[in-house]
């Protein structure tokens, strides 16, 4: 999933014993657990499923933000417990929205049937079936958020975006893939919509599509909207490659004019990941993408199609929106091969109320954000300067910015999704969130320098990615793997301690990313000449992102102040997170005024004084900073090989 936040690119069942033990019949440790992935654990003697569910979702009423569910479940007497889904794939956490189903009425023989929650477990309904019933009705209503910090808004007068897992109960006891549903839907009259699911029948603005197992229905989104339009990026070729499509939803039909230029850039994305990992694992792949300033963005992958949003300006503005718009599509289509076909072992669950593990997020998320802005570059959405200035960024972050890594692990944050679900932290540089993403980005940069010094320019990272990711041409079955497949893969391109390697960058306290960057052939320097692409960040998050690398504050929209590096000089000077920075100097704040302060004191010994307001009070406080405005760059090593260009060089 990608995380949409400044500084990124780019979110247990307690049911009885006997119910675990008649899902979790293996251990998840590598090849023993994929190979229970794939096999059929037949449900228990009891449990009172039978068929195929019928489910329909009207999804007309985007006036009040409502989705209304209908289910049939074929049943037979006895006690049946359904699971409304919580470990939601792709979010790597219990992110399940329990909290907006509502209305939850069971039936059967047109008699309504009393339920109760579980004691233990909130996402869990229990109900008695009565004997000479062979089919129950649900109806419920997801009420999708209406802003105000409920969550990503998901539907509006325009537009929606319809998930599945969101508008279904399922049966307890089962793998998702051995229960089978029959969805339909009602959209509003003349809206047009994308999906990977196959359509069966449509009638009017009702739309039947083929029954598909739940696991592939959860995975299946659909984005629909009264202004609409698809590009085929591929429409299938001689190589065997299935059809790629994007399929857009707008706010405005002029937001929906795509140039020639932009065009080929989007189809230069699919082509270069085809040649990356020469293989693909879907019938069609469709980019489900939203340009709009009321649907929430989103960045979330599936393994035909991904969720993916933008503002509406993202063609309109495409020079402007480059460091967010380039790698979001290559990121998430790049998931179809990293993290749903291949997926980390204790990431893959028999059904989504059995807990998820997150320990290898440094290779599913991790080398995804790798591969993002690679192939962004190499797709010709990002110059190669352009790239220069995002690693230069993302090499500041974690030489300047991170100081929680005196005491926290890339590794325990991946425990980050759970922990935090990636609310808002007090002071993230110190705390940290889910580094796997950058952090890993930087040690893949660097396992791929290192991979083509050991072979003197003959393999790469992209060997690596061919071997590991592009197997199995053609499968859809998931296929899991361990960190010591991981290591086998890399020393399977090339011979070298590759066990000791990712350890350091992963176990160790203060990785060495700086030593990563450098043999690539290039380093971080500052200077005082902005960088484009964290100006251009700071103003699309209205952070002011650069100060964070030089006087340690990162400074949001009205002066609210987001983060205070931990030991900076803002920090030292007694400063705190959550404080609005009033005037600079005795003249009102604005990032401009700021930034002049900050230049202006690197020639005088005189403290920077900031005027802040807290809870009512103000208080004036003098920072002793004089080093200037740092912005970051990458400097070429003299008498070193090229790796980082030779790396986004289009293939």
Known sequence: MSKQHALHHPRPLRLAAALAAALLTASVAGTAFADAADAHIPPPKDTPYLGTIQLHVDATDVAQGIFRVHETIPVRAGELTLLYPKWIPGNHEP???????????????????????????????????????????????????????????????????????????????????DITFAPSMTIPVNWKFGTALEVQSQSGNTVTFKPTTYNTLVDSPVYAGINFKRLDLNPG?????????????ADSPSDLVVSPQQLQGLRNVVTQAHRLFQSHHYNHYDFL????????????????????????????????NWPTAGNLLAHEYTHSWNGKFRRPADLWTPNFNVPMGDSLLWVYEGQTQYWGYVLATRAGLWTPDQFHQAMATIAAIYDRDRPGFQWRTVEDTTND????????????????????????????????????????????????????????????????????????????????????????????????????????????VYTDQPNAFVKLISKRFHADIGSAFGIGLQVGK?????????????????????????????????????????????????????????????KTVPVDYHGGLQYPHLERIKGTPDYLDQIVKAK
Not at 152 to 162: G, Q
Not at 434 to 439: G, P, S
């Open 289 to 320: 993408f939203s340009v709009s300033d009321e649907l929430s963005g989103k960045g979330l992958e599936h393994h035909q199609s991904s969720e993916d949003g933008a503002r509406a300006d993202y063609f309109t503005k495409w020079k402007e």
């Open 558 to 618: 009205g002066g609210v102040i987001r983060d205070v590096r931990w030991n900076g000089p803002a920090f030292k000077a007694g400063i705190g997170s959550g404080e609005t920075v009033v005037a600079v100097n005795g003249e009102a704040y604005t990032a401009e005024v700021l930034n002049d302060a900050v230049k202006a004191a690197k020639d005088d010994k005189a403290p920077i004084e900031l005027l802040l307001k807290y809870q009512g009070q103000y």
């Open 237 to 249: 070729d001689k190589a065997g490659n299935a059809p790629v499509h994007m399929d857009i939803v």
């Open 95 to 177: 992110s399940g929205p329990i909290d907006k189903l509502a209305g939850l009425v069971i039936s059967a023989n047109g008699k309504r049937l009393p339920w109760t929650r579980d004691k233990y477990d909130v996402y869990a309904f229990r109900v008695t079936v009565p004997q000479g019933v062979s089919s129950i009705d649900l109806k419920f209503q997801y009420l999708s958020s209406r802003g105000s910090g409920e969550g990503p808004i998901e539907m509006t007068s325009k537009m929606l975006d319809l998930t599945w897992h969101k508008d279904s109960l399922y049966p307890a006891g089962y793998y998702s893939r």
């Open 417 to 524: 999704p759970t922990i935090a679900q990636r609310a808002p932290l007090p002071y993230r540089n110190w705390q940290m969130s889910e580094e796997y993403y950058t952090a890993g980005q930087m040690m893949w940069l660097a396992a791929d320098a290192k991979i083509r010094s050991l072979t003197h320019g003959k393999k790469s990272l992209d060997t690596f990615a061919k071997d590991f990711f592009g197997i199995d041409n053609g499968s859809f079955v998931t296929k899991t793997y361990t960190f010591n497949d991981v290591v086998n893969a890399l020393n399977g391109v090339v011979k070298y301690d590759w066990a000791g390697f990712l350890h350091r960058y992963l176990d160790q306290l203060n990785p060495p990313f700086d030593q990563g960057l450098e043999s690539t052939g290039w380093k971080l």
